[in-house]
């Protein structure tokens, strides 16, 4: 069985992106980059604030700044095989898919990840809606065409596999690395 020695992860909020990264590293050896944890500290450094909105913002100002794949670059020099998580925008997706990556994309119903996100108390997202939930995961899932913009929507799309994390948690890694080993 051979897996990729790069693979890229995108979903919808709290689909099990890092879970299956976790999976990955902790029993096929990779090597996990954050672009959220990426982000977080750009955000905190300059902002002082980890929160959602806040985190959008600094995101797309380093996109355009910087530009499209820079996440996804920061993270491109780390031993492999190597995961990259939370890829959020068109060109973090080609910049890994220019580096030889496979791309994955999870998915869940909404009810599962809403209470999911719940359940990890992250930040202060777990004091929202179901509503609000979903309202702010529509920013993010399209926030424009350019490669900069946040677009989960379209890489959903593009992306090499597509997974539903509906089913047990061991099913879903059974039919990840099972995806993973066809290609």
């Known amino acids: 069985m051979k897996l990729p020695e790069l693979i890229g992860v995108s979903g919808s909020f709290g689909s099990g992106k890092d879970s299956l990264a976790q999976v990955l590293v902790d029993e096929y050896g990779y090597t996990q980059v954050s672009t959220s944890d990426l982000v977080r500290e750009v955000a905190m450094r300059e902002r002082g604030?980890?929160?959602?909105?806040?985190?959008?913002?600094?995101?797309?100002?380093?996109?355009?700044?910087?530009?499209p794949g820079y996440f996804v670059e920061q993270g491109l020099d780390k031993p492999r095989p190597l995961v990259i998580t939370g890829i959020r925008s068109l060109g973090e997706m080609k910049?890994?898919?220019?580096?030889?990556?496979?791309?994955?994309?999870?998915?869940?119903?909404?009810?599962?990840?809403?209470?999911?996100?719940?359940?990890?108390?992250?930040?202060?997202?777990?004091?929202i809606t179901?509503?609000?939930?979903?309202?702010?995961?529509?920013?993010?899932?399209?926030?424009?065409?350019?490669?900069?913009?946040?677009?989960?929507?379209?890489?959903?799309?593009q992306a090499d596999i597509a997974l539903m994390n509906d089913a047990g948690f061991e099913q879903f890694v059974e039919r990840a690395i099972a995806s993973l080993t066809t290609l």
């Open 49 to 67: 604030s980890v929160e959602r909105p806040v985190l959008r913002e600094v995101a797309q100002e380093c996109r355009e700044r910087f530009g």
């Open 95 to 127: 910049a890994l898919k220019n580096a030889g990556g496979v791309m994955v994309y999870i998915d869940a119903p909404i009810e599962v990840r809403y209470q999911r996100m719940i359940d990890r108390a992250r930040d202060a997202e777990a004091d």
């Open 130 to 157: 179901l509503e609000a939930f979903r309202a702010r995961e529509e920013k993010e899932m399209y926030g424009g065409d350019s490669d900069a913009d946040f677009n989960i929507r379209a890489i959903g799309e």
